[in-house]
Antibody
Framework: QIHLQESGPGLLRPSETLSLTCSVS????????WSWIRQSPTKGLEWLGY???????NYNPSLKSRLTISVDTSNSQVSLKLTSVTAADTALYYC?????????WGQGVLVTVSS | EIVLTQSPGTLSLSPGEGATLSCRAS???????LAWYQQRPGQAPRLLIY???SRGNGIPDSFTGSGSGTDFTLTISSLEPEDFAVYYC?????????FGQGTKLEIK
């Protein structure tokens, strides 16, 4: 059974860079594709992007210039990096297994952007 | 971008009743690549249906997905107490993938 656990800073200032990691256990990270999705009261569920087994990424154009998703196979982690954050990036961030219709999700990590 | 509009926003029903939730897309969803998720308070979304009508692993047959093109439906045949939650549709046929705004299924 795949288990996902997100971690990262809970509070950021505007213009800072958000870095989140998703620790994967119970399966081989290189065998699957991975997605990031966030949820906020204002925007609901928002798909951010995915990284495939071959390392191909697909990002939401609304974030494309600021977002990077990567995989660290040696540490079995999926990472998200979002630059130049604003209050609009305040949300609960989920990592999930699979790129199209994610079947396994982490419990999410709450990120607040505030000065 | 494909916009998904779910209706109703809130559905008030009693246990044992049936529920019909709607998801309408702003344009045809390629391949009918439409999924449904259930989210209970404090939990991550749980996959119910993919490909418009295929049930996810361990999903009871009380949940049925149907539809094609721009109109999709999730039917719950007989509501159990644990079915009262928020339901989201999700299209993955066209990037950027998108989610509906959700239908809250509440106990009447």
């Amino acid at each position: 059974q795949i288990h996902l656990q997100e971690s990262g800073p809970g509070l950021l200032r505007p213009s800072e860079t958000l870095s989140l990691t998703c620790s994967v256990s119970g399966g081989s990270i290189s065998t699957y594709s991975w997605s990031w999705i966030r949820q906020s009261p204002t925007k609901g569920l928002e798909w951010l992007g995915y990284i495939s087994t071959s390392g191909v990424t697909n990002y939401n154009p609304s974030l494309k210039s600021r977002l990077t998703i990567s995989v660290d196979t040696s540490n079995s982690q999926v990472s998200l990096k979002l630059t130049s954050v604003t209050a609009a990036d305040t949300a609960l961030y989920y990592c999930a297994k699979d790129r199209l219709f994610p079947r396994y999700w982490g419990q999410g990590v709450l990120v607040t952007v505030s000065s | 971008e494909i916009v998904l509009t779910q209706s109703p926003g809130t559905l008030s029903l009693s246990p044992g009743e049936g529920a019909t939730l709607s998801c309408r897309a702003s344009q045809s969803v390629p391949g009918n690549y439409l999924a449904w998720y259930q989210q209970r308070p404090g939990q991550a979304p749980r996959l119910l249906i993919y490909g418009a009508s295929s049930r996810g692993n361990g999903i009871p047959d009380s949940f049925t997905g149907s539809g094609s093109g721009t109109d999709f439906t999730l039917t719950i045949s007989s509501l159990e107490p644990e079915d009262f939650a928020v339901y989201y549709c999700h299209q993955y046929g066209s990037s950027p993938f998108t989610f509906g705004q959700g239908t809250k299924l509440e106990i009447k």
